[in-house]
Nanobody, 121 residues
Framework: VQLQASGGGLVQAGGSLRLSCVASGRIFRVNTVGWYRQAPGKQRELVASTTSSSITDYADSVKGRFTISRDNAKKTVYLQMSSLKPEDTAVYYC????????????????WGQGTQVTVSS
């Protein structure tokens, strides 16, 4: 199983970006997926998450600006980021709990490689 994160880039404050996280490989079901970020010198923090039934949760710092969504058929989770601020600058990672086999109802935890988001003032 692999997670591929993409969509990062350089954007001015107030701009928007959409990140994608695509899961591939031996997958029966992609369950909870989270987007995390880590800025230089700071701990990795959870930004947004979505369960397999699309129940979402957000960090207070991004509520009203970021939207997480998923396309289960494509095994893809998106993070739409709007009204970006310089403090949103970080490497963004996706994390997924994946059930690989229908006969084994156990999730394994996977991380994507990270995508850089830089917001200029």
């Amino acid at each position: 199983v692999q997670l591929q994160a993409s969509g990062g880039g350089l954007v001015q404050a107030g701009g928007s970006l959409r990140l994608s996280c695509v899961a591939s490989g031996r997958i029966f079901r992609v369950n909870t997926v989270g987007w995390y970020r880590q800025a230089p010198g700071k701990q990795r923090e959870l930004v947004a998450s979505t369960t397999s039934s699309s129940i979402t949760d957000y960090a207070d710092s991004v509520k009203g600006r970021f939207t997480i969504s998923r396309d289960n058929a494509k095994k893809t989770v998106y993070l739409q980021m709007s009204s970006l601020k310089p403090e949103d600058t970080a490497v963004y990672y996706c994390n997924a709990a994946i059930q690989e086999l229908p006969s084994r109802p156990v999730d394994r935890d996977y991380w994507g490689q990270g995508t850089q988001v830089t917001v200029s003032s």
